[in-house]
């Protein structure tokens, strides 16, 4: 079991762990947001939308696809290539949720979303996503690179050098499926 991520930046971990392949698990399907009213409970649960805002299945998909390119940003975080169309998706879900900086009476500043809605809630997500990167904790937030696995996790680690999840489990997987490809390849030649 991992630590999870300290708040605020735990949003984003728990936004992006609504859904995840585990390999702890035989049961594959670990969709948490398959409906509307899951996505409504879970940002309602979070106060991110009022219980008396509407949402509607467009915006359960345009959440999942915000959800997958964030999970790709945090692969980048581990080590993986930078994805361009990921960086475009939450470009654009930046936009979509009007995020703008905000001065408040204790002596703070953020960026807050003016739309509302679904569109307000993934704005806030990515602000808390914004005030990480600023702070220095956004690399610590990664998502396993094991193929089967795909869960998000904060590297608690002194030198920032965790790879997977779990080494037990998907830093062994990774090993033993990259020590079989190389025996098939030796064979093959
Ligand atoms: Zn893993």
């Known amino acids: 079991m991992t630590t999870p991520a300290p708040q605020p930046l735990r949003l984003v971990e728990e936004f992006v762990n609504t859904h995840h392949v585990h390999p702890h698990r035989d049961d594959d399907d670990l969709e948490g947001l398959h409906?509307?009213?899951?996505?409504k409970?879970?940002?309602?649960?979070?106060?991110?939308?009022?219980?008396?805002?509407?949402?509607?299945?467009?915006?359960l998909t345009y959440a999942i696809e915000t959800r997958e390119a964030l999970r790709r940003l945090l692969l980048?975080?581990?080590?993986?290539?930078?994805?361009?169309?990921?960086?475009?998706?939450?470009?654009?879900?930046a936009t979509r949720g009007q995020l703008t900086l905000r001065f408040d009476v204790d002596g703070g500043s953020?960026?807050?979303p003016i739309a509302r809605g679904v569109?307000?809630?993934?704005?806030?997500?990515?602000?808390?996503?914004?005030?990480?990167?600023?702070?220095?904790?956004?690399?610590?937030?990664?998502?396993?690179?094991?193929?089967?696995?795909?869960?998000?996790?904060f590297d608690h680690s002194k030198n920032r050098s965790?790879?997977?999840?779990?080494?037990?489990v998907c830093g062994n997987r990774t090993k033993v499926r990259s020590y079989r490809q190389r025996q098939l390849e030796t064979a093959a030649e």
Not at 35 to 39: F, H
Not at 76 to 93: C, S
Not at 123 to 146: D, H, N, Q, Y
């Open 110 to 112: 953020g960026l807050k």
């Open 119 to 153: 569109d307000g809630a993934i704005g806030t997500i990515l602000a808390v996503a914004f005030a990480a990167m600023a702070e220095g904790s956004w690399s610590r937030l990664k998502v396993c690179p094991e193929e089967t696995c795909r869960v998000a996790f």
């Open 35 to 39: 409906t509307p009213d899951e996505l």
């Open 162 to 168: 965790r790879r997977w999840c779990s080494m037990e």
């Open 76 to 93: 980048t975080n581990g080590g993986a290539q930078p994805d361009e169309q990921a960086v475009e998706t939450v470009n654009r879900a």
């Open 41 to 59: 409970s879970w940002l309602v649960e979070r106060e991110l939308v009022g219980a008396d805002e509407p949402v509607h299945a467009a915006d």
